[in-house]
């Protein structure tokens, strides 16, 4: 049943203006690839071109074994573009968009032959997938609430057993105990049936907690294909870093293996191979409170707290350097502003050309 | 199919000749045609946009009291046929003659064209556009000029453009007015026998103007599309409260209501009660035809519903869905036919099929896809306002879960859109069973309609005779009312069920 999914060479423009760049991705069978974008970035375009609502103006993409859409085949003189009709690609649209003239049952089972759609076992077989009863079906779709409402759109996708589903911001507009709720339905689903998926989303805790890989989409380019804790602890540039989480710049010289900056000498992650002026990359939960007689404690003081309640964003400034440096401390410690604090880096650091003008020429 | 009337009209034009052509045009009194025409187009144009807009907004956004039944009251005058109005306006007094009279007249009648859709495009608006332009410092005058007036500039000025064609072709009121302008010579030419090329070539000035008009509505919009009404506005838009000004606008409301509504229903009730015996035994004897007339209107107009619906449904799901060069040409085209002189229009057709499908010829089918044909535009802008508020998410769902183009559009975008679908049928069958000159030239001898009877007996001047027949018209217009307003720009929703 589960397929994977190929993109190779996606270019697309509106107008004259490109919106997807050469964009190669695939996605393992029965894995959840999330796509992660600002607004702007093409996610959305990505993923109409995958389900089949948009044609591609070049490249190719594949659904297991069947190519759906090619903008120029190999011998062939007219492009391949398979309708979203008869791709069996599951969509689960942006606000549910779920038929308001027809009941949830008639809404999942949409998507059935007829026969099936009257025995009616798979529509409550799909509610269940979702974790809503099969009572659900006899109900309206304004009768349920947000979270109801885009499980019952995420069944509705699953109930014709798509190979692939793709998932159009399915979490937005709900509150943050809906929204987590919800996003386990939908892995827990996802996972039960082994369907292959493809999220797009704008929100970095939703990529790295629903994706095994998280795709990283900028000005219609995919920058960075990689595990979760890749993308986050080794970002391929500092845009990338800033993108997926908080991120502490600071100026400083590298040599082989380590950093000299304002907070000390560094281990450096054993990947970024540079030598001499950098930008060093720092999370700001690695900067940690020195323990006593620590060798590497530096002397800082706290010029801005920010309270989030488990944890709080403490600026501050070491020695003479200009770089303000952000620690994101456990919330239970008081540090009023013009306090000192002794604090030292945890785990290996990041590091990037210096950028002093905007050169487009990416590092390795 | 539609473009068929125009391309027969334009051979005719041009298969008289374009010397004799010309002839015509000179005889004709061109500068005077054009100089009335243009004069109550854009004046009938302007009031109706002014009196709309004005109304809409006190309908859809104050606290004016019986909101409800002042709705209802603003949209009803459009379906009064405009020949009923005419001769009321023309009996209350004879100063109602020429182009003080074309104006009223048509004011009255089509001015709801643009309440209607201002008011459905008012009632989309998102409230928070408004607040956050209160809180930027903006007194409710800029509020509405710097953001609602934006907002509902396409909806007007489409309002508006309707309005201009139909001043353009208007026939059946400015008859009444003795007034002049290219569709009432259409008619004479017709009439007198003088050459049909020449009511052809006439008709060609007027397709003219209407290109015209449609560039300047073009022009004036921007470019701006016309926007999706309803973009996620969860909450019903805040009401302005009147204050000390409640008085003078519900005085205003009530000069519209009593201009538009009042003067036909007051006049007919005055025909019935001053007519002498004489006339009312006549009257009585002349009603054993209500019964079969008003069947045959009824059925005429549901047919013809029926089939301008299926006519403007494809232009205007093309119009939602995509937007090219070639959808607008389409929906661009569909106006040309509006332009038509009607009455040039129902020749070319019967033209056309005398010629071409001579079983056609004098049949009830051409006669109702003549109809058809001739108010497709009022079915495409009806269809439009309710197709452009469904969220594009829900074809595509219907499409990924193995539905083709056009089953998802039969099993989604029509229910989904059913209300407004009524809308539009509703507003085909009232102006087909108001109108008068396409029915007097292709309606099968031996038949006749509720239209035609009124006509027939108010031209021999026994108005308590015609009355009835009016009464009757007006009765199924206000019933049509009730239905397009409630569904007007509506679709199915989650919030409404």
Not at chain 1, 218 to 224: D, E, H, N, Y
Not at chain 1, 277 to 291: C, D, F, H, N, T
Request: charged share 15%; proline share 6%.
């Amino acid at each position: 049943m589960t397929a994977d999914l190929t993109c190779a060479g996606i270019h697309k423009y509106y107008g004259s203006r490109p919106v997807l760049t050469g964009i190669d991705l695939s996605v393992p069978a029965g894995t959840l690839t999330a796509i992660l974008g600002a607004s702007g970035s093409g996610k959305t375009t990505l993923l109409r071109v995958i389900a089949g609502f948009e044609e591609p103006d070049a490249g190719r993409v594949t659904v297991g074994t069947s190519c759906v859409a090619d903008a120029s085949p190999a011998g062939a003189s007219r492009p391949v573009f398979v309708p979203p009709e008869k791709r069996g690609i599951g969509y689960v649209a942006q606000e549910g968009a779920l038929f308001p003239h027809i009941s949830v049952g008639g809404n999942v089972g949409f998507g059935l032959e007829r026969a099936v759609r009257r025995s009616g076992s798979r529509i409550d077989e799909a509610l269940e997938l979702v974790g809503l009863g099969s009572g659900f079906a006899s109900r309206r779709p304004h009768q349920l609430s947000g979270g109801e409402q885009r499980r019952v759109a995420l069944a509705r996708a699953l109930a014709p057993r798509p190979s692939l589903i793709v998932l159009d911001e399915p979490f937005s507009g709900l509150d943050a105990g809906l929204r987590s709720e919800t996003r386990a339905a939908v892995s827990a689903a996802l996972e039960a049936t082994g369907t292959t998926g493809l999220l797009v989303t704008h929100d970095q805790a939703e990529a790295m907690s629903m994706g095994r890989e998280v795709a990283v989409l900028r000005s219609g380019r995919l920058v960075q294909t990689a595990a979760p804790e890749t993308v986050y602890r080794r970002p391929v540039d500092l845009e990338v870093a800033r993108f997926v989480g908080d991120a502490v710049v600071l100026s400083g010289i590298a040599a082989t293996g380590s950093v000299e900056c304002a907070l000390g000498k560094l281990p450096i992650v054993e990947e970024y191979k540079l030598v001499g002026p950098v930008s060093v990359m720092i999370r700001p939960e690695q900067i940690v409170l020195a323990g006593n007689g620590s060798p590497g404690a530096i002397s800082a003081r706290v010029v801005g707290n920010e309270f989030f309640g488990p944890h709080q964003r403490v600026s501050l400034s070491v020695g003479g350097a200009p770089d303000q440096v952000v620690a994101r401390l456990a919330g239970h410690g008081r540090y009023p502003v013009g306090s000192n604090v002794a604090i030292e880096v945890h785990g290996p650091v990041c590091v990037y050309p210096v950028l002093a003008t905007r050169s487009p020429a990416p590092p390795g | 199919m539609i473009v068929l009337p125009i391309l027969v009209a334009v051979s005719q034009a041009v298969g008289g000749g374009w010397h004799a052509a010309f002839h015509d045009i000179r005889q004709a009194g061109m500068g005077t045609l054009i100089l009335h025409t243009l004069a109550v187009c854009v004046l009938v144009t302007l009031i109706c946009g002014a009196v709309g807009l004005g109304t809409a907004w006190w309908v859809e956004r104050t606290d004016l009291p019986g909101r409800r039944g002042w709705r209802m009251a603003m949209v009803a005058p459009l379906t009064v046929p405009p020949f009923v109005t005419s001769y009321a306006w023309v009996t209350v007094s004879s100063a109602f003659n020429g182009l003080a009279g074309a104006v009223v007249i048509t004011s009255c009648t089509y001015f709801p064209l643009v309440f209607l859709m201002v008011s459905a495009s008012l009632r989309g608006l998102d409230p928070a556009l408004e607040e956050s332009a209160r809180s930027l410092g903006c007194s409710p005058g800029r509020v509405f000029r710097r953001v609602v007036l934006p907002q509902v500039k396409p909806a007007l000025l489409g309002g508006m453009l309707l309005v201009g064609l139909d001043a353009l072709v208007e026939f059946d009121a400015f008859a009444a007015v003795k007034f002049q302008t290219f569709s009432t010579d259409v008619y004479a030419q017709y009439l007198t026998g003088i050459s049909v090329s020449g009511a052809a070539v006439l008709s060609m000035v007027s397709i003219v103007l209407c290109i015209a008009m449609l560039g300047g509505e073009w022009k004036l919009r921007g470019g701006a599309q016309y926007t999706r009404v309803s973009q996620g506005a969860r909450r019903p838009p805040s009401l302005y409260p009147l204050g000390g000004s409640a008085p003078g606008v519900l005085a205003g409301m009530g000069v519209v209501v009593a201009a538009s509504l009042g003067v036909p229903l007051g006049t007919l009730v005055y025909w019935f009660t001053r007519s002498s015996h004489q006339g009312l035994a006549a009257a009585a004897a002349g009603t054993r035809y209500l019964v079969p007339s008003t069947a045959t209107s009824v059925g005429l107009a549901i047919a013809s519903a029926a089939v301008g619906l299926v006519l403007a449904l494809p232009i205007a799901v093309a119009v939602t869905s995509h937007r090219g060069k070639l959808v607008t040409l389409l929906e661009r085209g569909s106006y040309l036919s509006y332009a038509l002189p009607d009455l040039v229009g129902a020749i070319a057709l019967g033209y056309a099929a005398a010629h071409w499908a001579r079983p056609l010829y004098e049949s009830v089918f051409l006669l109702v896809v003549a109809y058809a044909i001739l108010f497709v535009p009022l079915g495409v802008v009806a269809l439009r306002a309710t197709l452009g508020q469904i969220e594009p998410g829900m074809e595509d769902c219907a499409r990924s879960l193995g539905a083709g183009r056009l089953s998802s559009l039969w099993r989604v975008t029509l229910p989904v859109a059913r209300p407004g679908i009524g809308a539009a049928a509703v507003l085909i069958f009232a102006f087909v069973i108001g109108d008068l000159s396409t029915t007097q030239v292709l309606l099968p001898p031996g038949m006749y309609t509720l239209s035609t009877q009124f006509w027939s007996n108010s031209s021999t001047v026994a108005f308590a005779a015609a009355a009835p027949y009016a009464a009757v018209l007006i009765g199924l217009a206000l019933i049509a009312t009730y239905v397009l307003m409630s569904r007007f720009g509506r679709v199915r929703t989650l919030e409404a069920g």
